[in-house]
């Protein structure tokens, strides 16, 4: 599965848990919701994956990808110490150029 450099960047980020990287590949004015919440801008989203990805130790591997024009979908199995694990999700994303404006997390 080939995948835009946006997009592997992004999970390589998340699994090495640098929250910095991985809020780097979003814009300035970028939301995410995840789990009922919602975060925007760069440094609200950087907190929450720092917080998210401590809390259940989560990494993701790719499982299927998606994209037509600006809007693409990135389905992912996701482990960590939480109930349910391993899960499969859906990442629902907009993308801006080579940054992303908007993810959605399903599952």
């Known amino acids: 599965m080939k995948l835009p450099g946006t ?3 992004l999970i390589k980020a998340q699994n090495d848990v640098d ?3 991985f809020a780097a590949y979003f814009t300035e004015k970028a939301t995410v919701s995840d789990e ?3 975060y925007a801008g760069r440094t609200e989203i950087k907190q929450w994956i720092q ?3 401590e809390k259940y130790r989560m990494r993701i591997k790719p499982l299927d990808f998606h994209q037509t024009g ?3 979908e990135l389905t992912v199995e996701v482990t960590g110490t939480f109930a349910g694990s391993p899960a499969v999700m859906q990442y629902h994303l907009e993308l801006e150029g080579p940054s992303i404006y908007s993810l959605k997390i399903t599952g």
Request: net charge negative; no cysteine; hydrophobic share 35%.
């Open 7 to 9: 997009i592997e960047g």
């Open 19 to 21: 929250s910095t990287a």
């Open 36 to 38: 009922g919440s919602s």
């Open 51 to 53: 917080q998210a990805t």
């Open 70 to 72: 600006s809007m693409a």
